[in-house]
């Protein structure tokens, strides 16, 4: 049998899965294999299936040679097959055919556990054993502040490598998904625009982004959607719905049919409500076309919550290019042995590793408030 690997990489995606977390293990996995000569560990389910694992181990050397002997006896695809196991080790066929595919091979969870102490410590004891160099951890905000108290609590090398279809990470211009899930809301936005035409009516689409409306309002700038609300603008009154009702009213007096509303998930209402923003929308346009004397009392809106859609799908070019330049990064990180954890970021264009815990680019704020503008100046109303 082929004796457990030295010094492996170690690799799991958590948080919400993101187009271009594929594209990026295959990136590690080859870059690891051909480039490095180092091989690596796929952890399955994110750390919910390192903590599984660590949990199985529990601390006992049996158990320990146990699981090595089980990675290795069942590598790549063979390991992928079987859903019992949490650590695999990758080849070169286990990440064959998989650039552009979205979700993740490897699996991704939330894991509560995780922010116990105690758990993050058998996590980092089950790694230590197996003699694991370095964890990179692809995810959101959430899961990268797991990897950076793994990385104050041991003396491992972690890697953070940001992929959440949000974009709400404000160290990096883009993270990895957010190209791809863009490019599924412009898709969406063509096919609600059909039937907005075709009837006349207002279609008011929610997007993800939890507290960001960075995805909504590059979606707006690409599909040329009529409007766009995002948290960043304060929570939406009573009066800010009437006055964007006035908005898309005065535009169909001026000749307009149709218009396209994106509201982020974000966005919070005054008084807060519990709905889904684009219900509290519908229902409060309605209501403003609806009233007595109004010249559109026949404008329908219809609401939708576009949900999963956004993370799944076909993952772009430009996700699978940053995916293999985020991949190159995260390698140097690893391998320079004066170099310290940190994150892969993409900053002024220009992909790099920046320390747990940065400030923002300033040119990200700043950035939104431009594609604002600019989404205002472009639009025909
Ligand atoms: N403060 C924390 N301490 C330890 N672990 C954490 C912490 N925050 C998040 N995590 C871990 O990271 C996982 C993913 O976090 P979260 O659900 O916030 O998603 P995310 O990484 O932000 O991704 P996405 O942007 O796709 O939602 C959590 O389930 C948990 O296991
Ligand atoms: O898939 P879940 O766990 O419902 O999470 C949904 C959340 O995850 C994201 O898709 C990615 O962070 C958010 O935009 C959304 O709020």
């Known amino acids: 049998m082929i004796p457990f690997p ?3 990489v170690a690799v799991l995606c958590s948080g919400g899965d993101a187009p271009g977390m594929n594209a990026f293990l295959r990136a590690i996995v080859r870059l690891g294999l ?15 299936g390192l903590v599984r694992a660590a949990k199985q181990v529990n601390g006992e050397a049996d158990e320990l040679v146990r699981l090595k002997q089980e990675i290795t006896a069942n590598t790549g695809n063979r390991g992928l097959i079987d859903a019992k196991m949490s650590i695999i080790q990758m080849d070169h066929a286990s990440v064959s055919g998989i650039m552009g595919k979205g979700g993740t091979i490897l699996g991704s969870a939330r894991c509560l556990d995780f922010h116990k102490p105690e758990v993050r410590r058998s996590a980092i004891q089950l790694l230590e054993n197996l003699g694991v160099r370095a964890l990179v951890v692809a995810g959101g905000d959430g899961s990268l502040t797991g990897a950076k108290l793994l990385a ?14 949000d974009n709400d990470l404000q160290f990096t211009e883009m993270a990895l998904g957010v190209d791809t899930a863009v490019h599924t809301l ?3 936005v063509d096919h609600f625009i059909d039937t907005a035409r075709s009837h006349r009516r207002v279609m008011v689409l929610e997007t993800m982004g939890r507290e960001s409306g960075d ?3 590059m979606a707006a700038l690409a599909s040329g959607a009529e409007m766009v609300i995002t948290p960043e603008g304060g929570p939406l009154t009573e009066e800010a719905m009437i006055a964007y009702a006035e908005e898309i009213e005065s535009a169909m007096t001026r000749g307009r049919g149709h218009a396209i509303v994106l509201i982020a998930e974000g ?7 519990s709905r889904n923003g684009a219900y509290i ?3 409060a346009f309605q209501k403003y076309f609806q009233r007595e004397g109004a010249p559109f009392q026949d404008l329908e809106v219809r609401p939708s919550v576009l949900g999963h859609l956004q993370r799944g799908g076909h993952t772009t070019p430009g996700d699978c290019i940053l995916a293999a330049r985020f991949a190159e990064e995260a390698w140097k990180a690893i391998l320079d042995p ?3 954890n940190g994150i892969t970021a993409l900053q002024h264009n220009k992909a790099t590793i920046v320390p747990f815990g940065c400030p923002d680019l300033p040119e990200r704020a700043l950035s939104s408030v431009a594609m604002d503008r600019l989404h205002d100046d472009l639009s025909s109303w």
């Open 215 to 217: 995805l909504a309002r």
């Open 267 to 273: 966005v919070k209402f005054d008084p807060p409500q």
């Open 6 to 8: 030295d010094s492996p």
């Open 152 to 165: 104050e609590e041991s003396n491992l090398k972690i890697i953070g490598v940001p992929s959440t279809i």
């Open 281 to 283: 929308l519908r229902d």
């Open 186 to 188: 412009v898709w969406a």
């Open 34 to 48: 051909n480039r490095h000569k180092v091989p690596v560990l796929g952890i399955r389910g994110g750390y919910r």
């Open 338 to 340: 004066n170099g310290s």
